[in-house]
């Protein structure tokens, strides 16, 4: 098991010791962690549990053992994650990193909404170069650069396309 820790930023400056605020259990192998923007939502990916999690920002830190609010089973070992459309979907890099045998790596779609809701939250995939990993979304939100570790390359991907 991972944890995720909740850290005053202040207090990690001039108090180290004392900055850990909370912790909670998550997944096995927690890879990448990203914050919704109105500061509601933390989303981690497991690469060693194959899930996408959501947590409540605010439990996280009043009520860390009913934070988790949403899980979405992913592909193989999924790492790098970025909101598109305004905070609607979340891409998420399923990487396959460790070539399971009949596992293809690719990007997963995750509508944020179903998620948060308990439904079936995937609504598309896509192909990939080989062990897709980070991702950085360009400042006019319309390209996803997704850099291929296996391959070697970085792919460009038009956001409007995406399911």
């Known amino acids: 098991m991972g944890t995720l820790a909740v850290v005053d930023m202040h207090k990690a400056t001039a108090h180290p010791k004392s900055s ?81 045998s009949g596992a293809v790596p690719g990007l997963a779609v995750i509508d944020v909404s179903k998620a948060l809701a308990g439904q079936d939250a995937v609504v598309g995939t896509i192909r990939s170069g080989a062990a897709p990993r980070q991702f950085a979304l360009e400042p006019n939100g319309k390209t996803l650069l997704v850099t291929n570790t296996g391959s070697d390359q970085v792919e460009a991907v038009n956001v409007g396309q995406l399911p």
């Open 20 to 100: 850990v605020l909370a912790t909670v259990n998550v997944g096995c192998g927690p890879a990448r962690v990203i914050a919704s923007d109105d500061g509601k939502h933390v989303w981690v990916t497991t690469g060693g549990g194959n899930t996408l999690e959501a947590f409540s920002a605010d439990r996280l830190r009043m009520d860390p053992k009913h934070a988790l609010i949403a899980k979405v089973r992913m592909g193989q070992i999924p790492l790098g994650l970025a909101f598109i459309d305004n905070g609607k979907r979340i891409v998420v890099a399923n990487s396959n990193r460790d070539n399971v």
